[in-house]
């Protein structure tokens, strides 16, 4: 099979996929974004991140190029109300393209990394970049530990020291089949783990 048949089975078999939209700076300064759906949590003590990034024709990815370059990215999470917004980010723009701006959106400074945060996305993850696998022409798999996890209030709910997400509030999207399917996170069912119990063994004593 060719590789973009390779893809479309895969990409609409392996679902819902959560979305990363990623802000990148350059080296010159000029600030990209885009969504990712190649993307999920691998670790939580250091914790972890992953992206997937494949090859474009003729040149690497600006996400690709930036985080090679500077080992800095931000992860924003997309609710179903930034959707129209986050697409407008997928466009083809050349480099010395600020997304972001093309967007109207607007950002905020992160903590301990120079490529800005999305204001209006409820959660932003703050990623140096750990590891950069080259797993085919042009294509990356990048692995970043996040230093910093900004969360919105209205997403949070419980003890304050200890919060828990409120996953009605965050309504997060996922990518589905094809090239412009997606889905929200809010058709849920519970299903508890089960627990093992070893067989008991009795014993008797000889009188």
Not at 20 to 30: E, H, Y
Not at 77 to 100: H, Q, R, Y
Not at 154 to 178: F, I, K, N, W, Y
């Amino acid at each position: 099979m060719s590789g973009a048949d390779r893809y479309r089975l895969l990409a609409s078999t392996i679902m819902p996929r959560p979305i990363a939209w990623v802000v990148t700076r350059a080296l010159d300064g000029c600030v990209n974004a885009a969504p990712y759906s190649f993307f999920n949590m691998f670790g939580s003590d250091d914790p972890v991140i992953a992206l997937g990034i494949l090859a474009r024709p003729g040149s690497p990815k600006d996400t690709a190029a930036n985080i090679r370059a500077t080992g800095e990215f931000v992860v924003n999470l997309v609710p179903f109300d930034l959707v129209e917004t986050m697409n407008a980010t997928c466009v083809d723009a050349p480099p010395e393209v600020d997304e972001l701006a093309h967007a109207d959106l607007a950002t905020l400074p992160s903590v301990a990394i120079a490529p800005p945060r999305i204001a209006a996305s409820p959660v932003a993850f703050e990623c140096k970049l750990t590891h950069l696998l080259d797993t085919g022409p042009g294509q990356l798999l990048v692995v970043g530990q996040i230093l910093h996890a900004h969360y919105a209030q209205h997403v949070l709910t419980g003890d304050p020291q200890r919060p828990r997400v409120d996953h009605a509030a965050l309504d997060l999207v996922g990518r589905m089949h094809g090239p412009s399917a997606y889905t929200r996170t809010r058709d849920l069912f519970d299903l508890d783990r089960p627990l093992w119990h070893a067989p008991q063994i009795s014993s008797t004593t000889a009188s």
